[in-house]
């Protein structure tokens, strides 16, 4: 008999099991109400780009074949957005794709890959499928720190995570922080720095490897995603940035067929439609900072948020605290890290949510009396 435990590959049985946020329909059953609002998964508030949405429909008919493996108005599109040639471009389904990908090309068992201390799960589940060994970096002050990671360095690192802003803290490693890694690292340390959060920073704060990852000068693919941004995270569209050589590496192992023509025909119409990122842009910079302000009036502690979300720390039972969010009619998001065990992370939704979430808080606080 076929024993699949015992056939695993190395580091696979280690993978935990990834838990997402708890869907509209799952605590609607358990709640009984049908009047919920989900601010867990950092998804955006407006929906799809109507842009984006028109271009789907106008897909369907061709969605009973197969999407063109390299399609050429899509990564014109993609390197004109982002100032670089389409030869230095990569697409995939989602952001997680474009990490696996870099797994799969550059790791090999036994591999050290550095990983902060508390960031997206998929890193350290990427690097255990390939028998990889993920290694912690602390981040004091729930910061990632550039001195953490290069003391982490050892003969056998080769690749390190780094999410900017970081999530689930949402906090934003400044460009003084990624100097002193590229300048410090060894080369045959290969960098997976995924941004895809980063139309949420300040501009004029926010570090990138792009340049550099493109020309070749540090070993790198930069990750970004239309799924905030511009409302794609269920069609499932992710792309990476980097220098030619680097993307031919990446090809090799991508499978023909991971974007869907709906994703491909999605993503080129979203990248025009400037005024629906703006207005997200604008409606996160308002209800980020109305929360902000709301739950430090509530006595708690929120982190200085770069992203589409804030995390604050309670001070008390967060898991109850969400479940009482819930009875409340409002989602949030649970970090899974025991670092964590007193924070819960809340999606930055319209205004209206906004309000909704503070005032169930406010009262989910006041019920504790």
Do not use: W
């Not at 799809?48 to 990564?75: D, F, G, H, K, W």
């Not at 439609?273 to 703006?278: K, N």
């Amino acid at each position: 008999m076929f024993q699949p435990r015992q056939a695993a590959a190395p580091g696979v049985l280690d993978i935990p099991e990834y838990v997402p946020g708890r869907s509209i329909e799952q605590v609607a059953r358990e709640a009984g109400r049908d009047d919920l609002i989900k601010l867990a998964s950092n998804e955006n508030p407006f929906g799809m780009s109507p842009r984006a949405a028109a271009a789907i429909n106008a897909a369907i008919p061709r969605a009973a074949q197969y999407p063109e493996v390299y399609e050429t108005e899509l990564q014109d599109a993609l390197a004109a957005h982002c100032g670089v040639g389409s030869a230095n471009i990569i697409t995939g389904n989602g952001a997680d794709s474009i990490i696996y990908l870099a797994a799969l090309a550059f790791l090999k068992p036994s591999d050290e890959v550095i990983i902060p201390e508390l960031t997206f799960d998929m890193y350290a589940i990427a690097a255990r499928s390939k028998g990889a060994v993920p290694v912690s970096a602390a981040m004091p002050n729930l910061e990632i720190d550039a001195d953490q990671i290069l003391s982490a360095v050892t003969e056998r690192t080769r690749m390190l995570f780094l999410c900017n802003p970081n999530n689930p803290t949402g906090t934003l490693l400044a460009q003084s922080g990624l100097d002193r890694l590229r300048a410090a690292l060894p080369d045959r340390v290969f960098v997976v720095y995924d941004e895809v959060y980063a139309d949420f920073a300040p501009p004029d704060r926010m570090p990138s490897l792009a340049a550099l990852a493109v020309a070749g000068e540090c070993g790198a693919v930069v990750v970004r995603s239309l799924a905030k941004s511009h409302g794609l995270a269920g069609v499932r569209f992710g792309y990476g940035i980097a220098s030619a050589e680097t993307i031919a590496v990446l090809q090799r192992v991508r499978p023909p067929f991971d974007t869907s023509v709906l994703a491909q025909r999605a993503a080129v119409a979203a990248l025009t439609d400037a005024e629906f990122l703006r207005r997200t842009v604008s409606n996160n910079d308002a209800g980020r900072r109305a929360i902000t302000a709301g739950v430090e009036e509530l006595g708690m502690q929120p982190v200085p948020s770069a992203a589409n979300f804030v995390l604050f720390d309670t001070g008390r039972d967060a898991a109850a605290l969400a479940a009482a969010l819930e009875q409340r009619g409002v989602i949030v998001r649970i970090p899974r890290a025991p670092r964590l065990s007193g924070y819960l992370r809340v999606s930055v939704g319209v205004p209206d949510e906004v309000q909704r979430f503070l005032a169930a808080l406010a009262d989910a606080v006041g019920g504790e009396a």
